[in-house]
Nanobody
Framework: QVQLVESGGGLVQPGGSLRLSCAASGSMFAATTMGWYRQAPGEKRDLVATITSGGTTNYADSVKGRFTISRDGAKNTVNLQMSSLKPEDTAVYYC?????????????WGQGTQVTVSS
């Protein structure tokens, strides 16, 4: 199975910045789409941002203008640069990767990394 490992989470003050990264291993193909999702306590897991192998990005309205997603397709890595962080950004952030190869779709999730925005 493909494994995704997130890193970069931690505690940051409101208005601060944090950069998350995720690396996928065990796949012979670049992921069709990679992205970040987050889940706050008592809430469902929501999309934060995604990026395709062609570079097309998609962002949740709540993070537009503050977060930037990027990827290294050859290495199946994805990054999330988070700026102007707010307390409501506090959540566990999960990396996701999806492959669509020869008409077969598969995907993997990372274990998550905690982001806490607090004074």
């Amino acid at each position: 199975q493909v494994q995704l490992v997130e890193s970069g989470g931690g505690l940051v003050q409101p208005g601060g910045s944090l950069r998350l990264s995720c690396a996928a291993s065990g796949s012979m193909f670049a992921a069709t789409t990679m992205g970040w999702y987050r889940q706050a306590p008592g809430e469902k897991r929501d999309l934060v941002a995604t990026i395709t192998s062609g570079g097309t990005t998609n962002y949740a309205d709540s993070v537009k203008g503050r977060f930037t997603i990027s990827r290294d397709g050859a290495k199946n890595t994805v990054n999330l640069q988070m700026s102007s962080l707010k307390p409501e950004d506090t959540a566990v952030y999960y990396c996701n990767a999806m492959w669509l190869v020869l008409g077969v779709r598969s995907g993997s999730w990372g274990q998550g990394t905690q982001v806490t925005v607090s004074s």
